[in-house]
């Protein structure tokens, strides 16, 4: 077990974040599968769903400028190998994917003919408007990106669990806030 732990500022962030994307998932598959279609709940989660995006977009650029300002804290050097090299693989998807996620979002708002708008701020439109066949296309490569985003989360979890209780080196400690 490391004694070391990702600076406050970096735990932080994370958790934050954390919370945004189950927040994301949930809402998303909520507006698009248990919500009446052009009710005025699936205008609401959507306009949150777009704003809460913006938001953790924000959010991810002050996480990497934390990163790069405070370098997290050594692997236990009993993760060896492909261990190793998937969880430096994990953590840089979890980095890329939701760039390319909200990416895709913005993507399919405004090629719809939409401003993206963080709670009714209007954001700059990055992509033209082109109509239904590139916004559908954006749509579901942003619904299939979230969903590997989901699946690399789950198996960043799963790992540190396996970590934990498994190999005994607890590096979810260095993730917490506790002393313990």
């Given amino acids: 077990m490391t004694d070391e732990r990702y600076h406050l500022a970096a735990r932080l962030m994370h ?3 954390a919370v945004g994307f189950v927040f ?5 598959f909520a507006m698009t599968k248990l919500v009446e279609d052009d009710s005025p709940l699936e205008e609401f989660l959507f306009d949150l769903h777009i704003s809460v995006g913006v938001t953790l977009l924000a959010l991810l650029v002050l ?3 934390i990163r790069l300002l405070h370098r997290p804290p050594p692997m236990p050097a009993t993760i060896r190998g492909p261990e190793r090299t998937g969880a430096h693989l994990g953590h840089a998807a979890l980095y890329a994917l939701p760039v390319l996620v909200i990416a895709a979002g913005w993507a399919e ?4 003919g939409h401003a993206v708008q963080w709670f009714g701020v209007e954001m700059p439109r990055i992509f033209p ?7 559908d296309l954006s749509e579901d490569l942003h619904m299939w990106l979230a969903y590997g985003m989901l699946v690399v989360a789950a198996g960043h979890v799963a790992a540190a669990f396996k970590h934990r209780w498994i190999d005994g080196h607890d590096v979810i400690r260095r993730m917490t806030f506790s002393g313990k």
Avoid: K, P, S, V
Wanted: net charge negative; aromatic share 14%; proline share 0%.
């Fill in 15 to 17: 958790w934050i974040m």
């Fill in 24 to 28: 994301m998932w949930a809402c998303g």
């Fill in 63 to 65: 996480r990497i400028a």
């Fill in 109 to 112: 708002t405004n090629f719809g």
């Fill in 129 to 135: 408007e082109t109509g239904e066949d590139l916004q």
